[in-house]
C-alpha cells in the first residue's frame, strides 16, 4: 500500500524558506518610521520661496498600523512642521520607511486621503520607473519656470513612490489591495 502525498502538504524546508525566513529578515527591519514629504513656506502660495520639507511623523511596529497611523493623521490635518519659523505647510507624499530606510510604501496626499501607490512587481519594471523618473527630472533641470520646475519633481516622486524595497514588496502589494487603503 503506497501513500499519496496531499497537495497541500508542504515540507519544513519550504515553509522554513519562504516563510519563517522572510518574516525574521522583516522583523529585523521594525519599527517602521512614516514622515512626510510637503511644501513649506512663510505664506499660503506655491511660490518660489516655498521648499520642500520631510517631517518625521512617527515609528509603527507593523505595515498595516503604519498605514492605518498614517492615513488618520492625513485625514485629521494634523501634519505640522512643529514650532518653528515656518508657518505653512502642504502635505504631498507619504512615506513608510523601515529602520535601515527601505521604502515598505508610499502614496500621494490628495483631498485629505492617501493614495498608496502600487509597488514595482520585479526588477525589470524598476528600472522602467527609475528611467522615467529621471526623463522628469532632466526636464525639470532644463525648466526655467519654477511651478513647472516643482510639478515635474513631483511627477517623479510618485513614480518612485513605486520603488518599494524587494522585501516589502509582496507585503505592500496584498496592503494595497485592501479595501481601507483606497
Same mark, same amino acid.
Given at each position: 500500500?503506497?501513500?499519496?502525498?496531499?497537495?497541500?502538504?508542504?515540507?519544513?524546508?519550504?515553509?522554513?524558506?519562504?516563510?519563517?525566513?522572510?518574516?525574521?529578515?522583516?522583523?529585523?527591519?521594525?519599527?517602521?518610521?512614516?514622515?512626510?514629504?510637503?511644501?513649506?513656506?512663510?505664506?499660503?502660495?506655491?511660490?518660489?520661496?516655498?521648499?520642500?520639507?520631510?517631517?518625521?511623523?512617527?515609528?509603527?511596529?507593523?505595515?498595516?498600523?503604519?498605514?492605518?497611523? =498614517?492615513?488618520? /493623521?492625513?485625514? #485629521?490635518?494634523?501634519?505640522? +512642521?512643529?514650532?518653528? $519659523?515656518?508657518?505653512?505647510?502642504?502635505? *504631498?507624499?507619504?512615506?513608510?520607511?523601515?529602520?535601515?530606510?527601505?521604502?515598505?510604501?508610499?502614496?500621494?496626499?490628495?483631498?485629505?486621503?492617501?493614495?498608496?501607490?502600487?509597488?514595482?512587481?520585479?526588477?525589470?519594471?524598476?528600472?522602467?520607473?527609475?528611467?522615467?523618473?529621471?526623463?522628469?527630472?532632466?526636464?525639470?533641470?532644463?525648466?526655467?519656470?519654477? =511651478?513647472?520646475? /516643482?510639478?515635474? #519633481?513631483?511627477?517623479?516622486? +510618485?513614480?518612485?513612490? $513605486?520603488?518599494?524595497?524587494?522585501?516589502? *514588496?509582496?507585503?505592500?502589494?496584498?496592503?494595497?489591495?485592501?479595501?481601507?487603503?483606497?
Amino acid at each position: 500500500m503506497t501513500f499519496a502525498r496531499p497537495d497541500t502538504f508542504r515540507q519544513v524546508g519550504q515553509i522554513v524558506a519562504t516563510t519563517v525566513l522572510p518574516a525574521l529578515v522583516c522583523a529585523r527591519k521594525l519599527p517602521l518610521r512614516i514622515s512626510c514629504i510637503g511644501i513649506a513656506s512663510d505664506d499660503a502660495g506655491e511660490d518660489a520661496a516655498s521648499f520642500d520639507r520631510l517631517i518625521p511623523l512617527g515609528e509603527r511596529r507593523s505595515p498595516e498600523d503604519a498605514m492605518c497611523f =498614517a492615513s488618520s /493623521r492625513v485625514a #485629521r490635518g494634523d501634519i505640522r +512642521i512643529g514650532p518653528d $519659523r515656518v508657518p505653512h505647510f502642504q502635505p *504631498r507624499i507619504l512615506l513608510i520607511q523601515d529602520h535601515e530606510g527601505g521604502l515598505v510604501l508610499a502614496g500621494d496626499i490628495r483631498a485629505g486621503i492617501i493614495l498608496w501607490q502600487q509597488p514595482v512587481t520585479s526588477d525589470a519594471e524598476a528600472r522602467q520607473v527609475v528611467a522615467e523618473a529621471s526623463k522628469l527630472r532632466g526636464m525639470a533641470f532644463r525648466s526655467v519656470d519654477p =511651478a513647472a520646475v /516643482r510639478k515635474l #519633481r513631483f511627477r517623479a516622486a +510618485i513614480l518612485e513612490a $513605486r520603488l518599494v524595497d524587494p522585501i516589502w *514588496r509582496e507585503t505592500a502589494a496584498d496592503l494595497t489591495r485592501l479595501p481601507q487603503a483606497a
